[in-house]
């Protein structure tokens, strides 16, 4: 008693939430737990995710709980959960604030407060005070920032939904993508929703734009494979007319076959890349088959692009929006 009375009065200064910290230590601990997948299989709990050999909220958790690494696996899947959810008890409390006190306090406190501890517990706050001292208040600075930067971003994306700018609202689409760098069209490329709504009056540009050498072969690779992943060469859907989609996909096929289009410069996202290698294999390539392409060995640069493509239509881009707004 004589130790957790001094600890609390040397932490009453402190700008320090016991259930905050400890909060944190099982979120930690929850990222480097591997329970939920082997309990989902069915398996038992295993032991440990990653390093935390250097993370001082996994050394707070494994005061508190008493626990070795090891002893993750004994914990049920729902553990953490129903931790941060239920009443921190006294003796647990007074652990965390005992762990938060040797590591935060200055020299003059800490030495006044260990001298107050039983013989047992001061070799432990030695340990925590020489391992941890300053770490906690510098971790949770850093989870505070996270946050804020989190919940700015939040801000921030609903601000670009409210106000990203088109580049077409008086203009012909066909005319103004016809306009646009291999950059946009790649951009296009990557977005379009064949499914979606506006879908059928990107068909004209699409018409046009396989038929241009310049365009980026990583391009008509993901306009091909979006197309024939939708089956609009072949399902009956109302806003799409199969055969004049045949006709500009054939074209598409050939040129990518020939050898007509632009070596590949432009990056293809990992979203897209199983649905082009999709066109590299006789089962999935619905008669749509290409020569094999080793994707990984050819340099490609990232797309620079002011524009993206929302429901077959393009808005100015986050990244634009932000330069723009804040500038």
Same mark, same amino acid.
């Not at 013989?119 to 906690?136: C, F, L, N, P, V």
């Given at each position: 008693?004589?130790?957790?009375?001094?600890?609390?009065?040397?932490?009453?200064?402190?700008?320090?939430? @016991?259930?905050?910290?400890?909060?944190?230590?099982?979120?930690?601990?929850?990222?480097?737990?591997? +329970?939920?997948?082997?309990?989902?299989?069915?398996?038992?709990?295993?032991?440990?995710?990653?390093? +935390?050999? !250097?993370?001082? &909220?996994?050394?707070?958790?494994?005061?508190?709980?008493?626990?070795?690494?090891?002893?993750?696996?004994?914990?049920?899947?729902?553990?953490?959960?129903? *931790?941060?959810?239920?009443? =921190?008890?006294?003796?647990?409390?007074?652990? =965390?604030?005992?762990?938060?006190?040797?590591?935060?306090?200055?020299?003059?406190?800490? *030495?006044?407060?260990?001298?107050?501890?039983?013989?047992?517990?001061?070799?432990?706050?030695?340990?925590?005070?020489?391992?941890?001292?300053?770490?906690?208040?510098?971790?949770?600075?850093?989870?505070?920032?996270?946050?804020? !930067?989190?919940?700015?971003?939040?801000?921030?994306?609903?601000?670009?939904?409210?106000?990203?700018?088109?580049? /077409?609202?008086?203009?012909?689409?066909?005319?103004?993508?016809?306009?646009?760098?291999?950059?946009?069209?790649?951009? &296009?490329?990557?977005? /379009?929703?064949?499914?979606?709504?506006?879908?059928?009056? &990107?068909? @004209?540009?699409?018409?046009?734009?396989?038929?241009? @050498?310049?365009?980026? $072969?990583?391009?008509?690779?993901?306009?091909?494979?979006?197309?024939?992943?939708?089956?609009?060469?072949? #399902?009956?859907?109302?806003?799409?007319?199969?055969?004049?989609?045949?006709?500009?996909?054939?074209?598409?096929? #050939?040129?990518?076959?020939?050898?007509?289009?632009? *070596?590949?410069?432009?990056?293809? @996202?990992?979203?897209?890349?199983?649905?082009?290698?999709?066109?590299?294999?006789?089962?999935?390539? %619905?008669?749509?088959? &290409?020569?094999?392409?080793?994707?990984?060995?050819?340099?490609?640069?990232? $797309?620079? %692009?002011?524009?993206?493509?929302?429901?077959?239509?393009? /808005?100015?881009?986050?990244?634009?929006?932000?330069?723009?707004?804040?500038?």
């Amino acid at each position: 008693m004589r130790t957790a009375a001094a600890v609390g009065r040397a932490l009453s200064d402190f700008n320090f939430s @016991p259930r905050e910290v400890y909060n944190e230590s099982l979120k930690a601990m929850e990222r480097h737990a591997d +329970v939920w997948r082997n309990a989902v299989l069915g398996e038992r709990p295993g032991k440990t995710q990653g390093d +935390v050999s !250097d993370e001082p &909220l996994a050394a707070l958790f494994f005061f508190v709980n008493r626990l070795s690494p090891e002893g993750l696996g004994e914990l049920k899947p729902d553990w953490f959960l129903s *931790q941060r959810l239920k009443p =921190i008890p006294s003796v647990e409390l007074h652990a =965390i604030r005992f762990f938060c006190a040797c590591a935060e306090l200055s020299d003059k406190e800490f *030495q006044k407060v260990r001298r107050r501890m039983l013989r047992r517990q001061r070799g432990e706050a030695d340990k925590i005070w020489s391992t941890w001292r300053g770490r906690i208040s510098s971790r949770m600075e850093r989870i505070a920032q996270t946050k804020a !930067d989190h919940e700015e971003g939040r801000h921030q994306a609903k601000l670009w939904l409210q106000e990203r700018a088109s580049p /077409v609202r008086d203009q012909d689409l066909t005319n103004w993508l016809c306009a646009q760098s291999p950059d946009v069209w790649h951009e &296009l490329s990557i977005g /379009v929703e064949w499914m979606g709504d506006g879908a059928a009056e &990107l068909v @004209p540009f699409v018409e046009w734009l396989v038929a241009q @050498p310049e365009l980026d $072969r990583s391009t008509a690779l993901l306009l091909l494979a979006q197309a024939v992943g939708e089956g609009i060469d072949a #399902e009956p859907y109302e806003q799409h007319d199969c055969a004049r989609n045949q006709a500009w996909m054939k074209t598409l096929h #050939e040129g990518l076959k020939t050898a007509f289009y632009t *070596q590949i410069q432009l990056a293809i @996202p990992p979203a897209g890349r199983q649905m082009v290698e999709a066109l590299f294999e006789p089962e999935h390539a %619905s008669g749509w088959k &290409l020569p094999h392409v080793d994707l990984d060995k050819i340099p490609t640069r990232p $797309r620079h %692009s002011e524009w993206v493509f929302i429901d077959n239509h393009p /808005v100015e881009s986050f990244e634009a929006w932000k330069d723009r707004r804040f500038a």
